[in-house]
């Protein structure tokens, strides 16, 4: 099994900054995507940023310019650096890999870290 762990959420005033860390252990896999998603109460899931196999990187069009995705792979870290934060930004963050185990095709999520930007 895939096991993520985020870290780094916690309550900012509106232009501040935070930075979440996704930390995966587990077994190995093939991963389509790696990437960070939130959602609101009462709102749906939303991706938020994440890298595609091949190289590519999808932002959030409300976060483009703002929020930074990177990566350590050496430390199998994945970073979500978040500028000019809005109180739209408040939301639990979830670190989430898309990964295929043989010929089989999955998702795995982390618990979730709490961001609350205020006004």
């Known amino acids: 099994q895939v096991q993520l762990v985020e870290s780094g959420g916690g309550s900012v005033q509106a232009g501040g900054s935070l930075r979440l860390s996704c930390e995966v252990s587990?077994?190995?896999?093939?991963?389509?995507?790696i990437g960070w998603y939130r959602q609101a109460p009462g709102k749906q899931r939303e991706l938020v940023a994440q890298?595609?196999?091949?190289?590519?990187?999808n932002y959030a069009d409300s976060v483009k310019g703002r929020f930074t995705i990177s990566r350590d792979n050496v430390n199998n870290t994945v970073y979500l650096q978040m500028n000019s934060l809005k109180p739209e930004d408040t939301a639990g963050y979830y670190c989430?890999?898309?990964?295929?185990?043989?010929?089989?095709?999955?998702?795995?999520w982390g618990q979730g870290t709490q961001v609350t930007v205020s006004s």
């Open positions: 989430n890999i898309n990964g295929t185990v043989g010929f089989t095709v999955h998702d795995f």
């Open positions: 587990g077994k190995m896999l093939s991963i389509n995507s």
């Open positions: 890298f595609i196999s091949g190289g590519f990187v």
